[in-house]
């Protein structure tokens, strides 16, 4: 492998496995802090029990991101200089304000939250989780902003002299169409990836001990399970304007994703394909007809454009050379990614079907709840690299491909050897992070509230 290869794997295996993590802090946040509200009003220990409970495992989710994310921006610096030279001027504004605002907002008050029981106003102590829990929301904004000025530039100018885009309008690029149907998206899969998470931990103790432990774990299935149920919904419904969008602002990523290489009207979406590996051959194939149209146009005869027409638009466009993605990789992960969604789902409308009236869950849904928190993370992996990879041979669609964007004067030892690194390190963070997990998972709170402010004790001890 070159450079390149090597410093396009480092990017990937480090921003999925940040991004683990990400949306498990996004949903669990506003989880706990409605926890928290519940307790509040009604002052009934179940809930104070259950915001402890669920805010130790949002704190591990909250502290291994934030570790994982400071060794991603590093990699922009060590192998992608190139590339933040050009976007450098784009992105210093947003993700200053993540920084300065939002991280600064959710990390001060996530703070105060830990080493504020019994010791603060119970008012000032409820707002306290929820100002954590909408910095959350205004960082991933942020970020969201900055990483769809790839997908969609604007608001920028390109000076020939420095070679780079320089910021002219910062109000576009926070207002990007892009970024606005991206948001919305990504924090319901976030609720989805949280509402999965507690379903499946508060199976699991109902499982070991279901009479001590059942009363205080079933409100937790519940909410755990109309949370992904109503998560999943919203899902359908983002995803649906999101790729209307996509097919305006970057045709080639939709046609990539359902291998659709001639331009049609009307088209199907096919549900599971055999064929050639490049997708441009077909043995056999299950379709909805007229499901790509509906999906990229909201017209059930509406064209889409193929894969060989938009080729031959973009060289007379951009010049001479291959602007298709890797079309089996966007075909797949793009359906792994709703088939995760459909199933964390399923299992969650099985878990309020069985549980209802109190009744005792069955083996199977058992097992199945054991699984459901990975799903959601299978999913929200496959639809980042999706979003990535159908874009390329661009790093910033139209302005700069991928190859222009990488560290000239670091070979392919030194990125091979970071990366090295950095996959080691990733692997000892991931046994801390499981090994927390377990460890906390286990254990509920007692039901003891100390009353005394100088005997409390904060809501997190290692």
Known sequence: MDAIDLARWQFGIVTVYHFLFVPITIGLSAL???????????????????????????????????????????????????????????????????GLLAFFLESTFLGLWIFGWDRLPKKVHLAS????????????????????????????????????????????????????????HTIAASFLTAGAFMLGIAMWHILRHPGEHGSLFRPAVKLGAI?????????????????????????????????????????????????????????????????????????????????NDLQAAYEQRFGPGSYKPNVPLTYWTFRFMILSGVLA????????????????????LIRAALVVPLLPLLGNSLGWIFTELGRQPWIVFGLMQTRDGVSPSVGAGS????????TLLYGVLAVVEVFLLLRFAREVPAETEPSDPEAAEPAFLY
């Open 345 to 364: 789902a399923a299992i969650a409308l099985l878990a309020l079907w069985q549980l209802r009236r109190r009744r005792k869950a069955t083996k199977w």
């Open 415 to 422: 990125v091979l050897t970071s990366l090295i690194v950095l």
């Open 32 to 98: 706990v802090a409605g926890l928290h509200t519940a307790w509040y009003r009604t002052q009934k220990q179940k809930y104070r029990r259950m915001t402890q409970f669920w805010g130790k495992l949002f704190l591990i989710n909250f502290a291994i991101g934030v570790v994982t994310g400071i060794v991603q921006e590093f990699q922009f610096g060590m192998n992608w200089s190139d590339y933040s030279k050009f976007v450098g001027d784009i992105f210093g504004a947003p993700l200053a304000i993540e």
């Open 129 to 184: 989780i929820w100002l954590v829990a909408i910095g959350t929301q205004l960082s991933a904004y942020f970020i969201l902003a900055a990483n769809s000025w790839m997908q969609w530039p604007l608001g920028y100018t390109y000076n020939q002299a420095t070679g780079r885009a320089e910021l002219h309008d910062f109000g576009a690029v926070l207002t990007n169409k892009v970024a606005l149907a991206t948001f919305p």
């Open 227 to 307: 949370t992904t149920l109503v998560a999943a919904v919203a899902l359908v419904i983002t995803g649906d304007i999101q790729a209307k969008i996509m097919t305006d602002t970057q045709p080639m990523k939709m046609a990539a994703a359902e291998a659709l290489y001639d331009t049609s009207a009307p088209a199907s979406f096919s549900l599971l394909t055999i064929g050639s590996l490049d997708g441009s051959k077909e043995v056999w194939s299950l379709k909805v007809p007229h499901g790509l149209s509906f999906l990229a146009t909201s017209t059930l005869n509406g064209k889409v454009e193929g894969i």
